[in-house]
C-alpha cells in the first residue's frame, strides 16, 4: 500500500513506515532511548531527503518520550528546577541549529554536514560506550565488583561560579556547564533530528553527578520541549515537516516501544550497552561509507533556493 508524503514529494509503502518505527521503537524501549538517531539515517538511507527526514523525525521524538516523561513525573522522577534550565537552554540550542540548517539547505552542503556530524559524533559516543560496557562485563567475569560514581562526588565543574542549588537531585554546582550541555543538545538535536537522549544522559551522570532516580526523567523533561520547539521551528522556517511521515512512524513506534521494553529485562545493564555501542557504531560506519565511496547515481536535478 503506497502513500504519497507531500513535504518529501516521494511515495512510500505504509507498512515500511509503520515497520521502520516499530523496529526502531523496540530498540528505544530495549536500550531506554529516544530512537532518533537510529531513525533519521534509516529515512536517509530508504531515499527520504535529508532535510525532511531531520524535520519529520522531530515530531517522533516529542511522542515517543512524552508517554515516558509522564510516567517519571508521575513517580517523582523530574528534577523540574535542573529540567528548567535544560529546557531554556535547549530551545535557545535549538533556534541556533534551525539557523544552521536552513543556512546549509539554501547553500547545498546539508547532506555532507549531516554525513560528517552522525560519523563524528556516534562513532565518538559509540567508542567511548563500548569501551566502558567491555571493561565492565570483564571486571564482572573476573569477579570484580564495579562500584558506581556517587552523587555526591564531585569533579572540577563543581567549583565554577553562578551556583545554583538543585534540591531534588541533592546538587548546589554552577548552572554554567549545565546551560552549555543544553545548548548544545538543542543545537545538535534541531541539526541532525536527534533526541540527544544518549547524550544527554551520560553527561548528567558523569558530568554532573545528577542521582540515577531523576536521570532518566529529566533528560525527558528536557527533550519532549527541546523537540517541540524544534518541530515548530522547523515548520515554520525550513517547512521540512512531513505530518503524515511523522504519524506513520509514530504509530509504529508506540507499539514496538512496548515490546522493547519487555526485552530488555533479561539483559543486564552492561549487555544493553554493549549492543547498543555497536548499533551506534554500525550507523557511523554507514555515514562514513556514504562520504568515502561514489554514489550510484552522480547526477541529480534539483531547484537550488538562495543563489
Same mark, same amino acid.
Given at each position: 500500500?503506497? %502513500?504519497?508524503? $507531500? ?28 530512537? /532518533? ?9 530508504? /531515499?527520504?531527503? &535529508? ?19 509522564? #510516567? =517519571? ?7 523540574? =528546577? ?43 559516543? /559509540? ?5 566502558? &560496557? ?19 562526588? =564531585?569533579? +572540577?565543574? =563543581?567549583?565554577?561560579? +553562578?551556583?545554583? *542549588? ?7 554546582? #554552577? %548552572?554554567? $556547564? ?9 543545537? %545538535? /538535536?534541531?541539526?541532525? @533530528? ?16 545528577? $542521582? @540515577? ?5 529529566? &533528560?525527558?523533561?528536557?527533550? %519532549? ?14 517547512? &521540512? ?20 521494553? #519487555?526485552?530488555?529485562?533479561?539483559? *543486564? @545493564? ?34 537550488? !533556493? !538562495?543563489?
Amino acid at each position: 500500500m503506497q %502513500v504519497y508524503l $507531500p513535504i518529501a514529494e516521494l511515495s512510500v509503502n505504509l507498512f515500511f513506515l509503520v515497520g521502520i518505527g516499530g523496529a526502531v521503537g523496540f530498540l528505544s524501549g530495549l536500550f531506554g532511548i529516544g530512537g /532518533g538517531f537510529l531513525l533519521t539515517p534509516l529515512l536517509i538511507f530508504s /531515499g527520504v531527503p &535529508s532535510p525532511v527526514a531531520v524535520a519529520s523525525v522531530t515530531g517522533q521524538v516529542v511522542a515517543a518520550s512524552t508517554s515516558g516523561a509522564l #510516567s =517519571h513525573y508521575r513517580r517523582g522522577g523530574i528534577d523540574l =528546577h535542573l529540567a528548567l534550565y535544560l529546557v531554556v537552554s535547549g530551545i535557545i540550542g535549538a533556534f541556533g541549529g534551525v539557523a544552521a540548517f536552513d543556512l546549509l539547505r539554501r547553500s547545498g552542503q546539508l547532506d555532507l554536514v549531516i554525513s560528517l556530524g552522525y560519523l563524528v559524533l556516534l562513532g565518538f559516543v /559509540g567508542v567511548l560506550m563500548l569501551n566502558e &560496557s567491555v571493561r565492565s562485563i570483564l571486571k564482572r567475569r573476573q569477579g570484580v565488583v564495579v562500584r558506581e560514581r556517587q552523587a555526591n562526588q =564531585h569533579n +572540577w565543574m =563543581h567549583g565554577l561560579p +553562578w551556583r545554583v *542549588r538543585f534540591k531534588k537531585s541533592r546538587l548546589y554546582i #554552577s %548552572v554554567l $556547564p549545565v546551560l552549555t550541555i543544553g545548548v548544545f543538545i538543542g543545537f %545538535v /538535536g534541531a541539526l541532525l @533530528g536527534i533526541g540527544g537522549g544518549f547524550i544527554m544522559v551520560p553527561a548528567l551522570v558523569y558530568l554532573l553527578r545528577v $542521582p @540515577g532516580n531523576v536521570v532518566i526523567g529529566t &533528560s525527558l523533561a528536557q527533550v %519532549v520541549a527541546m523537540m517541540s520547539a524544534t518541530t515548530i521551528l522547523h515548520a515554520v522556517q525550513s517547512q &521540512s515537516v512531513d505530518i503524515l511521515l511523522a504519524f506513520c512512524l509514530m504509530v509504529g513506534g508506540t507499539a514496538g516501544a512496548q515490546f522493547g521494553a #519487555s526485552a530488555g529485562k533479561y539483559l *543486564r @545493564g552492561e549487555q544493553l550497552r554493549g549492543l547498543l555501542a555497536l548499533l551506534v557504531l554500525a550507523v557511523a560506519i554507514r555515514f562514513g561509507l556514504t562520504l568515502v565511496l561514489p554514489p550510484g547515481d552522480p547526477f541529480s536535478m534539483a531547484v537550488m !533556493g !538562495g543563489l
